[in-house]
């Protein structure tokens, strides 16, 4: 009895050796976690996920890893308050140009797609999306079923009840990019706000997939808007024979716009004016 109570003496000696040497050699509080904290209490605490983080507190610990980080999955909601954005960048260490940074959410689909078929499923785009891509003569259309709109935390998306399409008030939208995620259809895309020529089209082959095709609003591949450019702020994709734009050299002469005879291009700087949500 008595080595019994020995030995066990001897291990609870060795166990509390032990435990005192790791709570003196192994750090009280994580590598950075100081930095992590300062920034999470300046982050808006909405934990929506849009950065592609778990959460706020997830993309703290990123932003100190990596400050730079910031250019390229910004917080849309720091980016519209400037006292938090100077904050941020005195905890970052980095000059941030919000206006540069700021992006707003774009749909590429002009609506008015035929309806080849009636839907009666889940009324949402992704359960629709799963039957062939949808319900429409397009399938890479707009399917009009609201997922998009109800992930808005702006409340900046309605759909056109005649176009039966998804409309963005550029004016509320921040470009948090949770509208861009929802889609299953991948038409909406976040692109800078200084953007000016809004490509409406998400029509992605040269042909007619089997069955379906484009709508009379898609992109034709005509050219006309390249040619109709005097500024050289359209490029020519010659491999998806699509237009790109040069924002920076475009001067919104519209002559694009007047050249597409689909309507395919739009003023993308008007998009509020067109976004009135009905009452």
């Known amino acids: ?108 689909c ?51 009840p005649e176009k039966n399409v998804a409309i963005i008030d550029t004016e509320k939208c921040t470009g948090c990019g949770l509208c861009v995620t929802e889609c299953p259809q991948n038409l909406i895309e976040l692109v800078p706000a200084r953007t000016k020529i809004a490509f409406q089209c998400n029509y992605k082959p040269l042909r007619n997939v089997p069955g379906r095709e484009k709508c009379d609003f898609g992109c034709i591949h005509c050219r006309k808007c390249f040619k109709a450019c005097e500024d050289e702020a359209i490029e020519w994709n010659k491999e998806t024979a699509l237009p790109e734009f040069n924002q920076e050299k475009c001067t919104l002469c519209l002559k694009c716009i007047e050249a597409c005879e689909p309507t395919t291009l739009a003023d993308f700087t008007k998009a509020k004016k067109a976004a009135v949500v009905p009452a």
Do not use: W
Not at 112 to 125: A, H, K, L, R
């Open 1 to 108: 009895m008595t080595l019994i109570i020995g030995v066990l003496a001897v291990v609870g000696l060795v166990c509390g050796l032990i435990i005192y040497l790791v709570y003196i050699k192994v750090p009280r509080r994580v590598k950075g976690i100081e930095k992590t904290e300062e920034l999470n209490a300046i982050l808006p605490g909405m934990n929506c996920g849009a950065c592609g983080h778990p959460g706020c507190f997830g993309y703290a610990q990123a932003l100190t890893a990596d400050p730079n980080l910031i250019a390229k999955t910004p917080c849309a909601t720091v980016l519209q308050d400037l006292e938090k954005l100077k904050q941020l960048e005195k905890a970052l260490g980095i000059t941030l140009d919000a206006s540069a940074m700021l992006k707003k959410a774009l749909v590429h």
């Open 110 to 160: 002009n609506g008015n797609s035929e309806i080849i078929c009636d839907y009666s499923g889940v009324n949402t785009c992704k359960a629709a999306a799963q039957l062939l891509s949808g319900y429409k003569k397009c399938p890479y259309a707009c399917l009009g079923l609201s997922d998009c709109v109800e992930v808005c935390p702006e409340k900046a998306i309605h759909i056109d």
